[in-house]
């Protein structure tokens, strides 16, 4: 059994865009296994845009990333060792063990799960975090009615992409808006949006008024800045939005919005939400998401960095939207 392992730490923190210095990839020590404890071997490692706002010592509503610490992230892997009742070697488990090849834990942070039908790597995205994130938003903040239309920021992402799909099952009219051609078109053609703006195009305003003709009453809001802005001014008396990310100002750019007046004129509500204050739902809507992905009626998909040493550009790559689907990274 190995006795040590490599790790990625926060070494600095970033002055507005990320860059690989701010990371550092190093050797750390495993300690032995104390009476309870499990030793897990993590295969994938979930890159999320959440991070950067852990990077920075900003207040927030979770404590900032300390430095020199291994980097917070989600991990699916497999136990090695366990001297924990409840988890024998070889089962597949789901935790929070960061930017690391290995991880100890006492299992109460940790989730087994059942690869039969679903893959590992699904449970960091259409059936993890991100998948819950969708579910939550659309039906517990949106709870869309048939017939309704849904517009869905960031629509090609590993929550965007759930989001529209969910909407479709609901008998919603989905519109995604993402950037590039080749991402709308995968949302259209393989995720079955009913329509996609490229914001990239330089005709937001037209376009958008094209795919949701009857205007909006719903919106899953990722990115902020003009694409939001944009979508306030064509909603629907009543409209809901559930505010997710503001991916657009993680780097400290500023997104103002200048259509504001339509959260009163059209009675909308805003609610912003942060998934995993709300664990309560998970079991429900991991078993939906789970038959979904499960049966082939949830798509989604990977990009995929090679190893530990590649997580910092991929994830500044994935802040800067070059990142189709939900990005990973492979540790094994």
Request: aromatic share 6%; glycine share 12%.
């Amino acid at each position: 059994m190995t006795t040590t392992y490599q790790r990625i730490v926060l070494a600095s923190r970033p002055k507005g865009t990320v860059l690989p210095e701010n990371f550092r990839i190093e050797t750390a020590s495993l300690p032995e296994l104390k009476a309870g404890e499990v030793l897990v071997r993590n295969h994938y490692l979930s890159l999320d845009p959440y991070m950067r706002g852990r990077m920075s010592e900003a207040k927030s509503y979770a404590a900032s990333q300390p430095l020199d610490e291994t980097m917070i992230g989600g991990t699916a892997g497999e136990v090695v060792a366990s001297n924990n009742p409840k988890l024998a070697v070889g089962d597949k488990v789901v935790g929070m063990m960061g930017w690391a090849e290995m991880g100890i834990d006492d299992g109460r942070n940790l989730r087994k799960v059942d690869t039969t039908h679903v893959p590992l790597s699904a449970y960091l995205g259409a059936v993890g975090m991100p998948g819950m994130t969708a579910w939550y938003g659309l039906n517990q903040i949106i709870a869309p009615k048939a017939g309704e239309t849904v517009v869905v920021t960031a629509a090609s992402g590993a929550v965007g992409s759930a989001v529209g799909q969910l909407a479709k099952l609901r008998g919603c009219r989905a519109v995604g808006i993402a950037g590039g051609p080749e991402k709308c078109a995968y949302v259209v053609d393989e995720l079955g949006f009913d329509a996609c703006v490229d914001y990239k195009a330089g005709n937001l305003k037209a376009d958008l008024l094209a795919a949701a003709p009857n205007g909006i009453d719903g919106i899953f809001e990722n990115v902020g800045g003009e694409v939001f802005d944009r979508a306030l001014s064509q909603t629907n008396a009543f409209a809901r939005v559930a505010l997710c990310g503001l991916i657009a100002g993680y780097n400290g750019e500023e997104t103002p919005l200048r259509n504001t007046r339509f959260l009163l004129t059209n009675r909308m509500t805003l609610r912003g939400f942060i998934v995993t204050e709300h664990m309560e739902f998970w079991p429900q809507g991991l078993a939906e998401l789970g038959m979904l992905v499960g049966t082939g009626k949830l798509k989604y998909r990977e990009t995929v960095a090679p190893n530990l040493a590649a997580a910092p550009e991929a994830f500044i790559g994935l802040l800067q939207g070059r990142n189709f689907g939900k990005q990973l990274v492979k540790l094994t």
